[in-house]
T-cell receptor, first 114, second 114 residues
Framework: GAVVSQHPSRVICKSGTSVKIECRSLDFQATTMFWYRQFPKQSLMLMATSNEGSKATYEQGVEKDKFLINHASLTLSTLTVTSAHPEDSSFYIC??????????FGPGTRLLVL | AQKITQTQPGMFVQEKEAVTLDCTYDTSDPSYGLFWYKQPSSGEMIFLIYQGSYDQQNATEGRYSLNFQKARKSANLVISASQLGDSAMYFCAMRERNTDKLIFGTGTRLQVFP
């Protein structure tokens, strides 16, 4: 199947710093990518829809200034958690639709803010 | 509003037996897609199987089959000949036609024992 990669897979940072997470579609172009957040033992919560060449669409309750999304090319979307705090610690996972209209997910990024 | 319901928080099955994971959905949209994903402890979301609302036959992918009952709005996942490696969280999801967003159920934790 199609491959989506994420980097880094795990990050630990101090409170107040910013963290950038990259999501890449490796063998297909993705005009739209999605960013999810997952707390332990819970389901995935959609944070935003990343659109290539335009502004991201955020879900209700997600702070746009806190979670900056940039979709600069057809294969790369980035999520920047600005001024991270311990409550931002979570599992962040991105996804993209392949040409077969199946949504494939990246391996996820575990963020721990100290 | 669209909704996915997974009523089984946990399921146990013995190795080599078949198991059915339940999923019901609610939508007023005549066109939709249903997905099943597996999430092992590593966190990655693995695509298993897809069923389109207009597909006449139930989807199958190896040991996975989807029991699609449109009138009952159910899309149960059947795993045949369970293996120890099938132990994981399983999520049912529905695709919103207009936005391409995936709406997830709360998941079912499957444990396969020898």
């Amino acid at each position: 199947g199609a491959v989506v990669s994420q980097h880094p897979s795990r990050v630990i940072c101090k409170s107040g710093t910013s963290v950038k997470i990259e999501c890449r579609s490796l063998d297909f172009q993705a005009t739209t990518m999605f960013w999810y957040r997952q707390f332990p033992k819970q389901s995935l919560m959609l944070m935003a829809t990343s659109n290539e060449g335009s502004k991201a669409t955020y879900e209700q309750g997600v702070e746009k200034d806190k979670f900056l999304i940039n979709h600069a090319s057809l294969t790369l979307s980035t999520l920047t958690v600005t001024s991270a705090h311990p409550e931002d610690s979570s599992f962040y996972i991105c996804s993209a639709y392949s040409i077969q209209e199946t949504q494939y997910f990246g391996p996820g990024t575990r963020l721990l803010v100290l | 509003a669209q909704k996915i319901t997974q009523t089984q928080p946990g399921m146990f099955v013995q190795e080599k037996e078949a198991v059915t994971l339940d999923c019901t959905y609610d939508t007023s949209d005549p066109s939709y897609g249903l997905f099943w994903y597996k999430q092992p402890s590593s966190g990655e979301m693995i695509f298993l199987i897809y069923q389109g609302s207009y597909d006449q036959q139930n989807a199958t992918e190896g040991r996975y089959s989807l029991n699609f009952q449109k009138a009952r709005k159910s899309a149960n996942l059947v795993i045949s000949a369970s293996q120890l490696g099938d132990s994981a969280m399983y999520f049912c999801a529905m695709r919103e036609r207009n936005t391409d967003k995936l709406i997830f159920g709360t998941g079912t934790r499957l444990q396969v024992f020898p």
